[in-house]
């Protein structure tokens, strides 16, 4: 495959002719498996790599496509910011439907191109939004001035106390 100046193939691998399948009617079904580095899937969602296998059924209503993808996600710890590669499993099973319909969330044009694009976008940014963790004992950011504490051992800040409460510390202190 080829890889663009950016680094990432075109999302082209991910729009699947499925004339063949549109054709052979009710009941024909197809496997089809990815393996490929990275795709920029929308101008939101970068993957590191998909693989995974699809199965590609004929109904009356369209294409029903059914599989697990595992995907490598770019992203950051939720406690401390730093980036981190995740590998997410997606489930997948959508039906794209044929003729185009306007009240169905995915179909198939009548140029019988089925694209993976939108699907992968939505379910990628479902499983991300759990968030992900550098390491499983994060000890995250001050919440005083933003250091990462993984990296600075020995923070620790003076006793800011407001003035309005210094006389409490007083009393507390005695």
Known sequence: ?????????????????????????????????????????????????????????????????????????EGECYRCLDPINQDVVIDIEELYTYPSS????FSIGDDAILDLAPLLRAETLIADSRGGLCKSDCKGLCPECGVNLNRELNHAHEDDIDPRLAKLKQLLDR
């Open 1 to 73: 495959m080829k890889q663009h100046a950016n680094g990432y193939v075109s999302n082209r691998v991910l729009k699947l002719n499925v004339g063949f399948v549109l054709s052979a009617g009710p009941g024909y079904a197809h496997e089809t498996s990815f393996d490929v580095p990275s795709v920029r899937v929308a101008d939101d969602v970068d993957l590191t790599y998909i693989r995974g296998d699809l199965r590609l059924s004929r109904t009356k209503e369209g294409v029903l496509v059914q599989g697990s993808l595992q995907v490598g996600v």
């Open 102 to 105: 306007k009240a169905a969330e």
